[in-house]
């Protein structure tokens, strides 16, 4: 990876605290066996740029009779694969056991799903089996584009003593035909952003899409509007997945993702900046063009007053302007704007001259 600046910093305790950095959390939907849950770690840890992985242990499933994940059995697994990577781990949970079923196994991050979030009652529960603990929370956004029910969720945390809270983006439930499973709906999150300009509010593309094919492309829609980092769905081999098999990235899909987004970015800050230096010196010159256009046009006001010539000369005027539109044309310039233009050029020059003439009849008549 080229983009060194933006990389996870090794051995470092990951915070979701805002910072320059992405925060980017990946890994399975599901945790599914302690060898798919070692594999995903170390591919991950290589990509160098991943601060936690995840891995779904209590699934909310939509349909009964799905997998609905392996519980406590699952998080031992994680702890282990944790000790034995050093990959800092996250988990969905949804009631009160779960938080200290998580925080018995070690579990680093834990977020609250969007079901979860749409009740408040179960929220309150989470928030007091927090009170007094440390630990970094993720809540999504509730079904419902209802911002103040993301943002209620996110004060109940706040107000039972959780220091780090951010938010997830997953969109928001349709019920009409739509090529993504969840509607992005992205203006609902940048309001939760402007309101709170100090929380981290990443987005999950996985979610949002629900299918691999699109995850790209959310990607850099949400680092393009300001989100703060991504939550991506990365399985050794989705095809085989126990649970959303069709929206999770390989390994390799998910290293070229943030290959893609982040150098990609750097690549068009360093151009922007050429060529935004280009803009800066263009724009001095046509400054001094303008100044020394100026200073002429003054000149010329004092050989008229001197010999009584009128300032405004139409004919000389068109002149100019009709060698500047064919000049402009050739060049690519419209010619109504370089009509506006060079108007407008033509108004300070009569007003600089007008100043000039004004102050010699002054003098002539008072001096
Ligand atoms: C400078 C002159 O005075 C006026 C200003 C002009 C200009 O800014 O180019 C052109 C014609 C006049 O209306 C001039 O007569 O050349």
């Known amino acids: 990876m080229a983009n060194e600046k933006l990389k996870?910093?090794?051995?470092?305790?990951?915070?979701?605290?805002?910072?320059?950095?992405?925060?980017?959390?990946a890994g399975p939907c599901s945790a599914e066996s302690p060898q798919q849950l070692v594999e995903v770690a170390q591919e991950l840890k290589k990509n160098g740029f991943v601060n936690y992985m995840r891995a779904g242990v209590w699934k909310p499933r939509t349909t009964p009779?799905?997998?609905?994940?392996?519980?406590?059995?699952?998080?031992?697994?994680?702890?282990?694969?944790?000790?034995?990577?050093?990959?800092?781990?996250?988990?969905e949970v949804a009631?009160?056991?779960?938080?200290?079923?998580?925080?018995?196994?070690?579990?680093?991050?834990?977020?609250i799903g969007a079901r979860t979030v749409s009740n408040p009652f179960a929220i309150q529960e989470i928030a007091s089996a927090l009170r007094g603990v440390q630990i970094p929370v993720l809540v999504?956004?509730?079904?419902?584009?209802?911002?103040?029910?993301?943002?209620?969720?996110?004060?109940?945390l706040r107000l039972a003593g959780v220091k780090e809270v951010g938010a997830i983006h997953r969109g928001f439930t349709v019920w009409h035909a739509s090529p993504f499973r969840n509607f992005p709906m992205w203006e609902v999150a940048l309001q939760l952003k402007a309101n709170n300009p100090e929380l981290r509010v990443i987005s999950d593309p996985s979610h949002i899409s629900g299918d691999a094919q699109y995850i790209e492309l959310l990607s850099n829609r949400a680092i393009n509007l300001g989100f703060d980092g991504l939550m991506v769905e990365v399985h050794p081999n989705p095809k085989i997945a126990l649970s959303d098999a069709k929206q999770q990235l390989t390994p390799n899909q998910f290293n070229l993702l943030i290959s893609n987004i982040f150098e990609a970015k750097q690549a068009n800050t360093e151009l922007m900046n050429e060529l935004r230096a280009e803009i800066d010196a263009?724009?001095?010159?046509?400054?001094?063009?303008?100044?020394?256009?100026?200073?002429?046009?003054?000149?010329?006001?004092?050989?008229?007053?001197?010999?009584?010539?009128?300032?405004?000369?139409?004919?000389?005027?068109?002149?100019?302007?009709?060698?500047?539109?064919?000049?402009?044309?050739?060049?690519?310039?419209?010619?109504?704007?370089?009509?506006?233009?060079?108007?407008?050029?033509?108004?300070?020059?009569?007003?600089?001259?007008?100043?000039?003439?004004?102050n010699r009849t002054e003098m002539v008549k008072f001096g």
């Open 282 to 358: 263009l724009d001095e010159l046509l400054v001094w063009a303008l100044s020394n256009r100026m200073a002429i046009a003054t000149e010329i006001a004092r050989v008229k007053s001197e010999t009584g010539q009128k300032i405004i000369q139409p004919d000389r005027w068109n002149e100019v302007l009709n060698r500047v539109i064919g000049k402009g044309h050739k060049m690519g310039l419209r010619t109504d704007f370089v009509k506006r233009l060079f108007n407008s050029i033509h108004r300070e020059s009569l007003q600089t001259q007008e100043a000039i003439t004004q």
């Open 8 to 25: 996870t910093e090794e051995g470092t305790n990951p915070s979701i605290q805002k910072d320059a950095k992405p925060l980017i959390i």
């Open 65 to 91: 009779n799905s997998f609905e994940g392996y519980g406590t059995e699952a998080l031992i697994w994680l702890n282990q694969v944790k000790q034995e990577t050093g990959m800092p781990f996250a988990t």
């Open 95 to 111: 009631t009160e056991r779960h938080v200290y079923e998580c925080l018995k196994f070690g579990a680093d991050l834990l977020w």
């Open 140 to 156: 999504k956004n509730p079904l419902s584009p209802d911002l103040k029910l993301w943002e209620g969720a996110i004060n109940r």
